[in-house]
Nanobody, 123 residues
Framework: QVQLVESGGGLVQAGGSLRLSCAAS????????MGWFRQAPGKEREFVAA????????YYAYYVKGRFTISRDNAKNTVYLQMNSLKPEDTAVYYC????????????????WGQGTQVTVSS
């Protein structure tokens, strides 16, 4: 089983920045598409950003485009989400996801999930 562990969440003021990391186990990390998703209390899980296996293609939800950047370091088995200009509405639990195919929707039943990391943005 693929293991994904997120880190880097915390409390930040509006306008601030955080960098989330997702460390993956396994020998085939570079073959997976990776994504970041988030879920706020009472809300459905929603897509944030995704990156293909090589890192050559990235995709973003409109509400984070221009503020967040997804990247990956296959040599370190790690995917990152650089979050700048954070807004209170970005407050959510952020989840890392890995799959053979790339996803840009929140409802996903395949692949592997991390346990999530809390991001809280104060006004």
């Amino acid at each position: 089983q693929v293991q994904l562990v997120e880190s880097g969440g915390g409390l930040v003021q509006a306008g601030g920045s955080l960098r989330l990391s997702c460390a993956a186990s396994g020998r085939t990390f570079s073959s997976y598409a990776m994504g970041w998703f988030r879920q706020a209390p009472g809300k459905e899980r929603e897509f944030v950003a995704a990156i293909n296996w090589s890192g050559g293609s990235t995709y973003y939800a409109y509400y984070v485009k221009g503020r967040f950047t997804i990247s990956r370091d296959n040599a370190k088995n790690t995917v990152y989400l650089q979050m700048n200009s954070l807004k209170p509405e970005d407050t959510a639990v952020y989840y890392c996801h890995a799959d053979e195919v790339l996803h840009t929707r929140g409802v996903i039943t395949t692949g592997y999930w991390g346990q999530g990391t809390q991001v809280t943005v104060s006004s």
